[in-house]
């Protein structure tokens, strides 16, 4: 209740009983008696007489009985409060009290409500307004919404934040509630990344262990074959891609021992042998070829043990290593 405005409007009011007495102006001032404009002496040199002087003193005492008034009034909407006495006391009449409180309630019910929500029967003008109010700007991709600098993005984090910036700018959304939801996924993001970083270190580690064990000393050469077969048939590109394949639980295709075994077998029966990737051909074949010698001994002098179904099982094997061997020299 204390608007300018309002309080100029009201300090050009008067009461109705201070009307000018002979030629002079009433001053109410500020809480003060009209009456003392309408007493003998009021205009310099001239006193009112006779039947002048009576409607003088009636408008006096009406002046001060609706000054009297408005003081009580005033009085009671402070409620006992000074500085708020103060303030009503700028106000000349109970209509311009009246009109400030209106103006009041109104402001005080606009601040408190903003910007009117927009909703399926919004007016283009009413969202047009709405979007300004809330900074949405025209262009989706001015969108101010943005990962923050330390947030390690992919390239399927910057087209999913493409796609959502249009997406709420189409929707009308406050820009702040967007970046809510932008920090959102950067905080979840980076911890399932972290964790599922922790299971892949975790997962190979064991892998590689458990390989380590079953293979011993065959280890460096059947993980070798695995590699060379796929590079061979993949390219260098395509063997990287293949290997780091992310599953599910956050480890690699190459962390699944399955998987490895699989390939060091396809490569070893292809190369004829794991000791081939290493580059040692020559020394391959002289060894087969004396493991052949060996087992063929057997027939002159254990026909018996030549002939089970293990050393026939081993000559089998070695006579398709040698064949491969010959094949790659």
């Given at each position: 209740?204390?608007?300018e405005?309002?309080?100029?409007?009201?300090?050009?009011?008067q009461t109705?009983?201070?009307?000018?007495v002979?030629?002079?102006?009433?001053d109410?001032g500020?809480?003060?008696?009209?009456?003392?404009?309408a007493?003998?002496?009021?205009?310099?040199?001239k006193e009112?007489v006779?039947?002048?002087?009576?409607?003088?003193d009636?408008?006096?005492a009406?002046?001060?009985?609706?000054?009297?008034?408005?003081q009580?009034?005033?009085?009671?909407?402070?409620?006992g409060?000074?500085?708020?006495?103060?303030?009503?006391?700028?106000y000349?009449?109970?209509?311009?009290?009246?009109?400030?409180?209106?103006?009041?309630?109104?402001?005080?019910?606009?601040a408190g409500?903003g910007?009117?929500?927009?909703?399926?029967?919004?007016?283009?003008?009413?969202?047009?307004?709405?979007?300004e109010?809330?900074?949405?700007?025209?262009?989706?991709?001015?969108?101010?919404?943005?990962?923050?600098?330390?947030?390690?993005?992919?390239?399927?984090?910057?087209?999913?934040?493409?796609?959502?910036?249009?997406?709420?700018?189409?929707?009308?959304?406050?820009?702040?509630?967007?970046?809510?939801a932008?920090d959102?996924?950067q905080?979840?993001?980076?911890?399932?990344?972290?964790?599922?970083?922790?299971?892949m270190?975790k997962t190979?580690?064991?892998?590689?262990?458990?390989?380590?064990?079953?293979?011993?000393?065959?280890y460096?050469?059947?993980?070798?074959?695995?590699?060379q077969?796929?590079?061979?048939?993949?390219?260098?590109?395509?063997?990287?891609?293949m290997?780091?394949?992310?599953?599910?639980?956050?480890s690699?295709?190459?962390?699944?021992?399955?998987?490895?075994?699989?390939?060091?077998?396809?490569?070893?029966?292809?190369?004829?042998?794991?000791?081939?990737?290493?580059?040692?051909?020559?020394?391959?074949?002289?060894?087969?070829?004396?493991r052949?010698?060996e087992?063929?001994?057997?027939r002159?002098?254990?026909s018996?043990?030549?002939?089970?179904?293990?050393?026939?099982?081993?000559?089998?094997?070695?006579?398709?290593?040698?064949t491969?061997l010959?094949?790659r020299?």
């Amino acid at each position: 209740m204390t608007d300018e405005n309002t309080t100029a409007a009201a300090d050009d009011q008067q009461t109705s009983a201070t009307s000018p007495v002979q030629g002079g102006s009433a001053d109410t001032g500020k809480g003060g008696n009209a009456a003392t404009a309408a007493k003998p002496g009021a205009q310099a040199g001239k006193e009112p007489v006779g039947a002048a002087a009576a409607a003088s003193d009636d408008a006096g005492a009406a002046g001060a009985s609706d000054v009297g008034e408005l003081q009580t009034f005033r009085e009671m909407l402070a409620g006992g409060d000074e500085k708020f006495l103060k303030q009503l006391e700028r106000y000349k009449s109970k209509e311009a009290i009246s009109k400030a409180v209106r103006e009041a309630a109104q402001v005080a019910k606009n601040a408190g409500k903003g910007v009117s929500p927009l909703t399926d029967k919004s007016t283009p003008e009413e969202i047009k307004a709405y979007r300004e109010a809330v900074g949405i700007p025209d262009d989706p991709a001015a969108y101010p919404v943005s990962f923050r600098q330390d947030f390690e993005a992919s390239e399927f984090d910057t087209e999913a934040l493409s796609s959502f910036k249009e997406h709420m700018h189409g929707k009308h959304a406050d820009p702040k509630t967007a970046a809510a939801a932008i920090d959102w996924f950067q905080d979840f993001a980076v911890a399932q990344r972290q964790e599922l970083d922790g299971n892949m270190a975790k997962t190979a580690k064991a892998t590689q262990a458990a390989l380590r064990t079953e293979w011993g000393g065959e280890y460096d050469g059947n993980v070798s074959a695995a590699a060379q077969i796929m590079t061979t048939h993949l390219g260098e590109e395509g063997f990287e891609n293949m290997m780091g394949l992310r599953l599910m639980d956050g480890s690699r295709l190459q962390d699944k021992p399955e998987f490895v075994k699989m390939m060091a077998q396809i490569g070893s029966d292809y190369y004829g042998g794991n000791a081939i990737i290493t580059g040692d051909v020559e020394t391959t074949s002289k060894t087969v070829e004396e493991r052949i010698n060996e087992l063929m001994q057997l027939r002159a002098s254990d026909s018996k043990k030549y002939f089970s179904d293990e050393v026939q099982g081993k000559l089998t094997k070695l006579y398709a290593q040698r064949t491969k061997l010959k094949a790659r020299k």
